[in-house]
């Protein structure tokens, strides 16, 4: 990450980043505004990060689609970036209105350079002088989120969860830590739950969370924020506050692991309610035929989740799930890798969710999957495969059950409660090792 100014900082900085519903029309806007100019009048340097108004990046595509079922990405990316560029625009006009200077700038204005990966590109490095020199002039930045620029020039969006990545590779460039200054994530709920409290209804805020649990929780569906915005506040240790676009309540921090996080063995629960299994049967089981079969799928820009692999002699069957929304394009990939071995068989199976329990107080904690394991048992609910990581476990089952396994899992470890989050039915390893 490039941070071109080594001034010491005279006033905190501030990212402020408000999503599609947050902005979703001119009252929410001129809202959001006054939120930011008390921001400013506070005498913090601000930055807003803005994502497109509502479902404008949706209409945006379906525009595309009435011209064309295949349109270019190039072209998709000169296409969507539009609806933050309105965004900005007309958050700028709200804080004039307030008595705020503030100026409005694109991915490339701000010097936000990327891969030239269209619609799912990486952020390589920000050259922040322009940025700094506005914040040096009294105004407020209001950066265009889900965009950059590619080396040739080219616009390019970030993907999912773009504007969060925005915002807090901002806040890493502009060394906001050093500032006394924070990165904060509003959204239209009060901060990171337990659970989604839309599908559990005694689901509670937690205060804090670790940069490594947030991070597996959003790789196992929960939606807040997004795997690549916590790596990026991982790696430069950015603070990070979830917190409601609409009140003035506190959220939740996202920061690095303490002790204290390690009381409690689960902090969440979370549920990827629609994933496909796609199974390469009856393929050759020798050396680097894995390194075959995934390669392709990378280069498809396709994120695979659990992955299992079973032998029998001189044959082996390698399974893995995927979002539906990406089934399509890792059909017709594994297609053409099992045309590569010359041999196999495909097939594909829909309707399945995964179940996941996750907290760093699983690396001292005994007794963490059988009590998740023998919930779900009580609640027959089938379990299809297992997947552990050092601070993770995850149940592949049917669609049907997903939800009620959810709050099954959830209930188990008492994250609805008041109290220790379950620490009553799990033992403690003084040994530390995981022991699950």
């Keep these: ?22 902005v979703a029309d001119c009252d929410r806007i001129q809202r959001c505004a006054e939120r930011v100019a008390r921001t400013r009048r506070a005498g913090h340097g601000v930055v807003v990060v803005v994502s497109a108004m509502g479902h404008a990046t949706d ?9 064309t079922p295949a ?46 990966s269209h619609r799912s590109a ?15 002039a009294g105004r407020v930045v209001v950066a265009a989120g889900f965009q950059g620029i590619a080396e040739n020039g080219d616009i390019t969006t970030l993907g999912r969860g773009g504007s969060d990545t925005t915002a807090v590779a901002l806040a890493a460039a502009l060394d906001v830590p050093r500032t006394g200054g924070v990165c904060e994530i509003y959204t239209d709920v009060d901060g990171v739950y337990t659970a989604d409290p839309r599908l559990v209804p005694n689901a509670r805020k937690v205060p804090r969370i670790s940069y490594e649990e947030m991070l597996e929780l959003a790789a196992q569906g929960a939606g807040v924020m997004h795997t690549r915005a916590v790596m990026f506040g991982e790696k430069y240790n950015v603070p990070i506050h979830v ?12 920061r690095e692991e303490s002790t204290a996080m390690e009381d409690a063995p689960v902090v969440g629960a979370a549920l990827k309610a629609d994933l496909g299994r796609v199974s390469l049967r009856r393929i050759p089981n020798e050396i680097g035929v894995q390194g075959t079969i995934f390669e392709a799928i990378a280069r498809a820009n396709i994120m695979v989740d659990d992955i299992v692999q079973t032998e029998f002699g001189d044959l082996a069957n390698i399974s893995f799930t995927v979002e539906h929304s990406d089934l399509a394009d890792v059909k017709i990939v594994a297609g053409k890798v099992l045309e590569q071995l010359g041999t196999g068989e495909l097939a594909v199976e829909i309707g399945l969710a995964k179940v996941s329990a996750v907290g760093a107080g699983m690396k001292s904690h ?3 999957a059988s009590t998740m394991f023998t919930a779900l048992g009580a609640a027959r609910i089938p379990i299809q495969n297992i997947t552990t990581s050092e601070i993770k476990i995850s149940c592949i089952v049917p669609k049907e059950h997903g939800n009620r396994a959810l709050q099954v899992v959830h209930d188990a470890f008492g994250l609805g409660t008041d109290g220790n989050g379950g620490i009553g039915t799990v033992g403690r390893s003084e040994a530390g090792a995981v022991g699950r």
């Excluded at 006009?93 to 990327?114: C, E, K, N, P, Y």
């Excluded at 990486?122 to 506005?134: C, K, L, T």
């Design 243 to 254: 917190r409601h676009s609409l009140r003035p309540d506190e959220g939740t921090m996202i």
């Design 71 to 116: 349109p270019s990405k190039r072209e998709m990316d000169m296409l969507m970036s539009t609806g933050e560029q309105v965004s900005v625009a007309l958050m700028a006009m709200a804080l004039h209105t307030h008595g705020v200077d503030a100026v409005s700038l694109t991915g490339g204005q701000m010097g936000i350079r990327t891969t030239d």
């Design 1 to 22: 990450m490039a941070s071109t100014s080594s001034t010491p900082p005279t006033i905190p900085i501030t990212v402020m980043k408000f999503g599609g519903t947050s």
């Design 59 to 67: 209409e945006l595509i379906t525009l595309a689609e009435r011209i």
């Design 122 to 136: 990486r952020i390589r490095s920000i050259v922040a002088d322009r940025i700094r020199q506005e914040i040096a």
């Design 366 to 368: 005994t007794g963490v």
